[in-house]
């Protein structure tokens, strides 16, 4: 029996070892193989180069100079520079209203807290897809041009959703004998929410941020029915790249944006672990 | 009214004013029009008529408009696909999560959390760049045929990529933490005092997990399975780029009808079809597990 217990206590620790190894090993693939030489069979191992990086970020190489078509990285950077504004833009919105619907809903005792309470998770819930032709039909009958500004409000009403999440969890764990104390001690309601409240929920706000930014970069669904045609974002453009066929030069970016990703993500996610 | 209730309120509509105003705007206006939309009449060059027509919902269900065009099977058939290939992803999904999810539960809290972080990072990278990495690996010349054909194990390339199980398989690639983490709070909960009983009472190693632990830890199997089901019932990133052109399923549907066929009143009830089945699961597991379930499972 014990041979048996100390048996099935092996195998599932090897099987979750696998479990990671499923989710982390493709990620170190693509690592490697970006630094691939073969310029043709991306998966066969020819040498170790830089060029496909040198290439993207538009340095001149042998490649360039033999290849018959390039992906463009005037493109590409303007796509990069989309992103980074909508995300940017979209944080700063997602963040006021998410942490004031959250402070609102955790502070405030008022009729139609639950009703609110579902309509925000409700865009976390609902399948992508539905949500951005909902926002074409709407903008299109609004008679409102599709671009930058569409892609901002349209990325808003989920982001919105993310940002009173993590705050919302923050403030359930928050302590609230020091505001009683600062209220017992003489400061005014504001005073307390400035010296006591917003400290505490800072890393929550700047947490919910960082996700928030993240999750604008690499929103494809919803952004790809209310971009129109004249304004590509950096996802955008790699699904159109990868529906135009695959190229060295593809993981040379994917790795950039897993690096990007893996460095603000891990900031977002401490944030919103640490208690104190 | 004193003015400390006055002030409250004035602070209340401060909070929740603009809130109020963007999601009523932009997130339910836009839902209440698609769902106008879904029972209007196409018009002739990819507008909209403003006439009553169900018969958006007849091309899928079985009715439809005669004037038109006849009844195709083809719309019910991708429907009832999207719903086989979503069932099979929550089930491998499952399968994936579930014993990790003992495993994990049992360590010391550092490493627990550790775990839990690496589980939860690749939600925050690019879906695209994910998907992309089993195109590489998948694919005819990628790295699964290469390792097996130089090492002498098959004699000619397989097809792996543009199948359903590429899609399955990229499909709990991405939604691997949506699974875990509503499957991982329950099994944290659970009261290993009743397994030990139940194993010392003399009921078996399998009796006890089907009559304890399965029961114990079906609500966050049922979180997990409705919040993976969703998306992946609408999805159409993962087919367009693991399915090809071979493998249509809902999503990619939707996709068409808007961006190619121009015919939005149809493809808003096909996204309607879609919206309709997550609320009757949100509404089945709603009535079985209580309204908490819910807030567990949408909050992580």
Redesign the interface.
Known sequence: MKILATLARGSLIAYTGLFFAFIYIPLVLIAVYSFNANPINMMTWSGFTTEWYAQVLGFKTTISENALYLESTDQLLQAVWNSLRIAASTTAIATVLGTAIAIALYRFDFFGRRFYRVVMFMPMLMPDIVLGIALLIFFVNAGIGLGIGTIIIGQCTFLISYVFIVVSARLAGMDRTLENASADLGANEWTTFRKVVFPQLLPGIVGGALLAFIISMDDLVITYFIAGVDVTTLPMFIFAMLRRGIKPEINAIAVMMLTFSFVVASLGLYLRSRQK | MSSLALR?RA??A???G??SL??AV??????A??IV?SFLAPGLYGGVEWTWYPHNYGRILGFADPMFEDFDPIYIAIFLRSLKIAALTVVAALV??Y??A???SRLSDRWK?F?L??????F???????L??????L?Q???VN?VLLTSGVIARLLDLIYTDGAIILGMV?VF?PFMFMPVYASVEKLDWTLVRASLDLGAGPVRTFLRIILPLTAPGIAGGAV?VF??A?????VP??LGGAKVMML?NL??QQ??AARN?PF??AL?MM??SV?LVL?FVYVVVSGRRG??AA???
């Not at chain 2, 932009?26 to 839902?31: E, I, N, Q, T, W």
């Not at chain 2, 992309?132 to 690996?137: E, H, K, N, Q």
Request: aromatic share 14%; net charge neutral; charged share 5%.
């Open positions: 409250r602070q209340l401060v909070l929740l603009p809130v963007f999601l932009f997130f339910l206006g836009p839902l029009i698609m939309t994936v999560c014993p990790a003992f495993c994990i959390n775990c972080f690496l589980i939860t990072l690749p925050f990278t690019s879906l695209i760049v994910r992309f990495v089993w195109v590489l690996i694919r010349t990628g790295l290469e690639y691997i919040i969703i998306p019932l609408g999805n159409f990133v367009a780029i999503g939707i996709e808007f961006l939005w493809g808003s996204a879609v919206m997550m949100l819910l807030d949408a909050g992580q």
